[in-house]
């Protein structure tokens, strides 16, 4: 990681410790998809899914599940894997935290190289090297310690590979040697299809075995992680079953509410259910805000609810007809930790680069010969690669995490050639982005908005000359579906480059795949040589979504 990137905090926190607290959605804002918890003791450890983006696998401290702090990443040395090729939506899927006996376990999807182990005794790191599990085929496995054994659960192929129809999967169990770290069983089918074969039940996923009183849980996503999404529940006297599903699943979903409700949270599945500070069940699932239709551009994101528990012994996440809430308020104390930064709410954040600030991150991989730090800011040497390439790109960014949001930032750079280019990329897939950028046309400096287009070619939105030799300002403005374009030289007024930009052109329903939109301090010299840089002194961002 950059070891002097800083923050300055521009939003206060209360220390006071209440009797009851207020918790609201999501908990973690932006692209924090498919999470998975862990209690241990009086701590909560959270993980999500990063794809093709390093360092991987953010894992988040909390006490009172409302503060959180980013403590480290289970991928976070360039040699545990090499992200060079891959799609942004390739790369690291769905994992799964577990802690037995003093030592952390995390289980993944490598898409391209399989499935994986990694283990800690700190869930700061030092993470150990991913070993392969070649027996655990499919994706979105899962460690449970349950009665003194350990389990992996997972996603993985239809009986016989023979689907009968497109998105029939199996949920399939092996016992762990958790010690060497090796599967020690052959595979055995916990649920075939879904709820109900017969209905054709799709992409039944995400798995999570836990046991509660007498009976063992098979907690799974079902129907697809877009609007279809959902949680159900399958139940055994067994840890390796059989399972027979709820009669009244799912236990979690809004694809039967109005789509042209205020302020939807839809597509809320992938969950893992927990006991919470007050010793009752909760569950953490991903859920996405859109703002028309199914655009979203934050991404999938992280969200908390309570869960009740029928007479009968089945959980329920939200029942059904009703709306996932924006807040929950519960009773326990609230207890802010030091040191970090805001992950939800409204909030103002402030970087200048002086200090340790691990919420950056890179697309594919880090090369700290590319970037350093000083009085002066943060200096990005120019790279090759450009944006739209399956390559270490030289880009610096964070998520996007309010659809209403402004950001600022202020540059150096003088470009010398017309292959040269550095600003801000608000970045959504390999073909999904808007640049403005700094560059030379004809021999003058000027400023450009680019629009993506599929076959690695832009189109120019707006375009002005600049004088040069100042510091260059610009701001963006997110507001839904529209975006704004601002920039200054030096102390000069602000002229809007380009105003109601389609920011849909940034959805996940535009562009596909499972991230959200990271914004990128980023330079080219797009496939030419050369020793430029680009010095950005700041990087802030103030959100209010609520």
């Known amino acids: 990681m950059i070891k002097k990137l800083i923050l300055t905090f521009c939003c206060t926190v209360s220390l006071h410790a209440w009797a ?17 918890i862990e209690r241990v003791g009086d701590d909560y450890y959270l993980i999500n899914s990063t794809f093709a983006y390093f360092p991987g696998l953010p894992i988040f401290h909390s006490k009172d599940l409302k503060n959180w702090k980013l403590v480290g990443h289970a991928i976070e040395r360039p040699g545990q894997f090499d992200f060079k090729g891959h ?45 392969k599990l070649p027996e655990v085929s499919g994706i979105d496995p899962s460690v449970c310690f349950i009665d003194g054994k350990a389990y992996i659960v997972y996603n993985s192929e239809a009986p016989d590979n023979k689907p009968l129809y497109d998105g029939h999967r199996t949920i399939r169990i092996v016992d ?35 046991k509660r009183e007498n009976y063992y849980y098979l907690s799974a996503a079902e129907g697809g992680t877009s609007v279809n999404h959902s949680q159900v529940i399958f139940r055994s006297d067994k840890p390796t079953g059989p399972f027979r599903p709820w009669d009244k699943n799912p236990i979690m979903t809004q694809r039967d509410l109005d789509p042209d409700r205020p302020k939807p949270v839809t597509s809320t599945g992938h969950a893992d259910l927990f006991i919470g500070p007050d010793n009752n069940w909760y569950a953490v699932y991903l859920a996405v805000r859109p703002y028309e239709g199914n655009h979203y551009n934050t991404g999938r994101e992280t969200f908390i609810s309570p869960v009740t528990w029928t007479a009968d012994g089945w959980p329920v996440i939200i029942p059904k007809g009703e709306e996932v809430k924006y ?19 409204n909030f103002s954040y402030k970087a200048d680069f002086k200090h340790p600030d691990n919420s950056f991150i890179f697309l594919r991989d880090y090369d700290p010969g590319m970037f350093s730090t000083g009085k002066k800011g ?15 790109s030289a880009f610096v960014g964070r998520r996007l995490m309010h659809m209403y949001a402004g950001f600022k930032t202020s540059f150096d750079f003088t470009p010398a050639s017309e292959n ?37 070619s832009y189109d120019i939105l707006a375009s002005e000359n600049l004088q040069g030799g100042k510091p260059l300002n610009l701001w963006i403005d997110f507001a839904a579906d529209k975006l704004t374009f601002s920039y200054s030289e030096g102390k000069e007024k602000t002229r809007v480059l380009a105003a109601g ?31 430029n840089s680009v010095t950005f002194k700041t990087f802030e961002y103030q959100g209010n979504d609520h």
């Open 87 to 131: 799609r942004t939506s390739e790369g690291l899927f769905a994992p799964a935290i577990s802690y037995h006996e003093g030592r952390f376990y995390v289980v993944c999807t490598n898409v391209r190289w399989g499935n994986f182990v990694v283990t800690a005794e700190n869930p700061a790191g030092p993470w150990s090297d991913p070993v």
């Open 378 to 392: 943060l200096k990005i040497n120019l790279k090759p690669a450009a944006i739209h390439e399956k390559e270490a």
């Open 327 to 345: 807040s929950y308020t519960f009773k326990w104390k609230e207890q802010p930790l030091k040191d970090t930064y805001p992950l939800n709410g």
């Open 501 to 531: 930009v389609d920011a849909r052109h940034l959805s996940t329903e535009t562009a596909g795949g499972f991230v959200g939109v990271t914004i990128g301090m980023y330079g080219s010299s797009n496939g030419q040589p050369s020793h």
């Open 20 to 36: 009851q607290i207020t918790i609201k959605n999501p908990i973690l804002q932006g692209f924090y998809p498919d999470p998975s």
């Open 176 to 210: 762990f040697d958790y010690k060497n770290l090796k599967v020690t069983s052959e595979p055995k089918i916990l649920v075939n299809g879904g709820v109900d074969l017969s209905r054709k039940p799709v992409w039944i996923e995400g798995p999570h075995l836990f």
């Open 420 to 456: 040269e280019d550095a600003g801000i990329v608000l970045y959504q897939s390999d073909w999904n982005t808007y640049y403005a950028a700094k560059t030379l046309k004809n021999g003058r400096q000027v400023i450009e908005l680019r629009k993506s287009k599929r076959n690695g």
